[in-house]
C-alpha cells in the first residue's frame, strides 16, 4: 500500500468528519483522559497522520524525555507501515523523520514565550513550518486565568503559523465520572477557548473515542471509533489489531517499590531502561527510590475498598491499620491503568494468590484484565482463564503499561522467572557504556 493509500484509509478521516472537517487552523482540540488511557498514544497518532501526509508536525512534550517521545513515534509508525504493507517505508521513515521536531520539557508548565523561540528556532534554522503542534503532558491544574491566557497565546501562535493546536489534559474518575457528556474538570474552567474536546472512554477491552465540544455545533456526532487499548492505534468497526512492538523505553511499570518482587521488577526496569513508577503514600520506605510516586489522602481514596470484602474476596483476614488500608489502595493504582498483570507468589487451594499483593490478582480478574502469576512452590507460570488457573509456556509483556508485584519473600525461582520475563520480552538489557 502507498502512503496516499495509508492516509486515505485512516480512521482519522472518521474523526475528521465527527467534527465537521477537523479542528481548524488557529484552533484548540484537547484530548482528555484519566493516566494511562493514551493521550500520548492519540497524539503521536494525530502527529503520525499529518507527517504522512507531508507535514511538519511540532511536539512539544512535558515532563517526558525526549527519547520515550521519539519511541512513541518509531514503535507506531513500523507498527503502521508492517500492517498496511507500506511501499518503500525506509523512504517514508526518512521523511517522517525530516519534518517531525520534538522538543522535551522536565517541568509541566510551557510559557507562551518559550512556545514562540522553539517555533522561531527551527523555522528559521530547519525550515520547519508546523501544520499542527501537539502539546502533551500540561498542567491544567494551574492558576485558571493565567492558565487561559496561556491558552490564548498559544492559540495566537497557531493561527498565525495556520496550524492546528492539539493539547492533553487529564481527568479524574471522580470528577469526571465513567461516561462524561460534556468537558469535565479541570477543563471545564477553559470551556470557551475549547474548539474541539476529545475523550478516550476505556470500555471493555477497548478505548472509544468520544466527542464532548465539536467547535459551535450544538449536536455532537458520535465518532464511532474504537483503539486498540495499548497503544492506542485507530481502528474502525471490528478490526482490533494487536500491541505494536514498541522498544523497551515505551515501557512502565507499574509497582509498589517494596523489597523482594517489586524490587526486583523496578530493578530490571531500570537496567533495560523501562519508565518505573512506585506508588506509596507519606511516612512509608520504600526499597525503590526511582520513579516513587507518592499518593495524596484524595488519591488513595479512588482505591478504597471495605476490609470486609478484601477478605471475603481473598478469603482471610488481613491487618485492620491505616498502614495497610493504604496498602491497598496503592496496588489498586498499580493495576487501575495496567494491560498486564504479573504477580510472584503462591496460588492457593482457593484460588487467590498469597499475601496482601494477591489483592492485585483479585483486581486484575475483577477488572478483566490478562493476569499472570509465577507461583513459586510449583515453579512455574500460571494464567487466569475466567475460571481457573491454567499453566502457560513463558508470558511476555506485551503492554505498555504493565504491574509488577508481589511477595517480599523472594526465591531464587522466582528471581530468575522475573528476568526471564524481561529476557523474553525485551532481549537482552543494554550495554552499558564503559569509562
Not at 484537547?30 to 493516566?35: K, N, P, T
Not at 492546528?164 to 462524561?180: K, S
Not at 456526532?221 to 481502528?235: A, G, K, R, S
Request: net charge negative; hydrophobic share 40%; charged share 25%.
Amino acid at each position: 500500500m502507498y502512503r496516499k493509500e495509508v492516509n486515505a484509509q485512516s480512521p482519522l478521516r472518521i474523526l475528521e468528519r465527527s467534527i465537521h472537517g477537523g479542528l481548524g487552523k488557529g484552533n484548540l482540540g484537547v484530548v482528555m483522559a484519566r493516566a494511562g488511557v493514551g493521550k500520548t498514544a492519540f497524539l503521536v497518532q494525530i502527529g503520525l497522520d499529518d507527517l504522512m501526509q507531508e507535514k511538519d508536525v511540532l511536539h512539544v512534550a512535558l515532563g517526558q524525555s525526549l527519547e520515550h517521545v521519539q519511541s512513541w513515534y518509531d514503535g507506531l509508525f513500523d507498527d503502521m507501515a508492517r500492517d498496511t504493507n507500506l511501499e518503500d517505508r525506509d523512504a517514508v521513515r526518512a521523511s517522517v523523520a525530516k519534518r517531525r521536531v520534538i522538543q522535551a520539557y522536565s517541568e509541566s508548565r510551557l510559557a507562551p514565550e518559550q512556545l514562540e523561540k522553539v517555533v522561531a528556532l527551527y523555522t528559521q534554522h530547519l525550515g520547519i513550518n508546523p501544520s499542527v503542534i501537539l502539546v502533551d503532558g500540561c498542567e491544567w491544574d494551574d492558576d485558571v486565568v493565567a492558565h487561559a491566557a496561556d491558552l490564548g497565546a498559544y492559540k495566537a501562535l497557531a493561527r498565525r503559523l495556520g496550524a492546528e493546536l492539539w493539547m492533553t489534559a487529564q481527568t479524574h474518575r471522580h470528577t469526571a465520572g465513567v461516561h462524561p457528556t460534556r468537558i469535565p474538570e479541570p477543563c471545564s474552567a477553559y470551556e470557551k477557548v475549547i474548539d474541539v474536546a476529545v475523550f478516550l472512554e476505556p470500555h471493555d477491552h477497548l478505548v472509544r473515542v468520544r466527542i464532548l465540544k465539536d467547535h459551535d455545533n450544538p449536536n455532537v456526532d458520535e465518532t464511532h471509533l474504537e483503539l486498540e487499548p495499548d497503544t492506542l492505534q485507530l481502528v474502525s468497526d471490528d478490526k482490533i489489531v494487536g500491541p505494536a512492538s514498541m522498544p523497551a523505553r515505551a515501557y512502565t511499570l507499574l509497582s509498589g517499590g517494596a523489597n523482594g518482587a517489586e524490587a526486583e521488577f523496578g530493578a530490571l526496569a531500570e537496567e533495560y531502561g523501562l519508565t518505573e513508577i512506585n506508588y506509596s503514600f507519606a511516612g512509608r520506605t520504600t526499597a525503590r527510590s526511582r520513579g516513587v510516586v507518592e499518593l495524596s489522602e484524595a488519591e488513595l481514596k479512588q482505591g478504597e475498598v471495605s476490609g470486609a470484602y478484601v477478605e471475603a474476596q481473598l478469603h482471610r483476614q488481613f491487618p485492620k491499620t491505616p498502614q495497610f488500608r493504604k496498602m491497598l489502595q496503592t496496588i489498586w493504582h498499580q493495576v487501575n491503568t495496567a494491560g498486564q498483570v504479573f504477580v510472584v507468589g503462591m496460588i492457593l487451594p482457593d484460588n487467590t494468590v498469597n499475601g496482601g499483593t494477591g489483592w492485585a490478582a483479585e483486581l486484575a480478574k475483577h477488572f478483566g484484565k490478562p493476569v499472570h502469576v509465577y507461583d513459586q512452590e510449583k515453579k512455574g507460570w500460571f494464567t487466569w482463564t475466567g475460571k481457573e488457573w491454567k499453566t502457560e509456556e513463558q508470558p511476555k509483556v506485551n503492554r505498555t503499561r504493565f504491574t509488577g508485584t508481589g511477595t517480599r519473600f523472594l526465591s531464587d525461582e522466582g528471581k530468575t522467572a522475573i528476568r526471564a520475563l524481561f529476557q523474553a520480552s525485551f532481549g537482552n538489557p543494554p550495554v552499558k557504556n564503559q569509562g
